[in-house]
Nanobody, 121 residues
Framework: QVQLVESGGGLVQPGGSLRLSCAAS????????MGWYRQAPGKQRELVAA???????NYADSVKGRFTISRDNAKNMVYLQMNSLKPEDTAVYYC???????????????WGKGTLVTVSS
């Protein structure tokens, strides 16, 4: 079984920064794309940023120039550096990964439980 655990959320003032981390563990043979999604109250979950195993990145227009996604393939981790945070960035942030489960021999779409980011003065 593969698990994703997020950390780094919290309360920050507008204009501030936070760094989210996500660690993948368990029966992992390989990880393809990894990404961060967010869900604000009353809204649908949306893609924030994604990164392939080769380092190709993709960002939502609303975070381009402010957020940076990165990953450490050796540690099975993905990060999201968030700068110039705005109140509209307030949401639960979820980590997602496409994982080849070593035990099952199949690709799995795995989600973390989320970490809350609140941007408020």
């Amino acid at each position: 079984q593969v698990q994703l655990v997020e950390s780094g959320g919290g309360l920050v003032q507008p204009g501030g920064s936070l760094r989210l981390s996500c660690a993948a563990s368990g029966s992992i043979f390989s990880i393809n794309a990894m990404g961060w999604y967010r869900q604000a109250p009353g809204k649908q979950r949306e893609l924030v940023a994604a990164i392939t195993s080769g380092g190709v990145t993709n960002y939502a227009d609303s975070v381009k120039g402010r957020f940076t996604i990165s990953r450490d393939n050796a540690k099975n981790m993905v990060y999201l550096q968030m700068n110039s945070l705005k109140p509209e960035d307030t949401a639960v942030y979820y980590c997602n990964a496409e994982v080849l489960d070593a035990g099952l021999g199949t690709w799995m779409d795995v989600w973390g439980k989320g970490t809350l980011v609140t941007v408020s003065s």
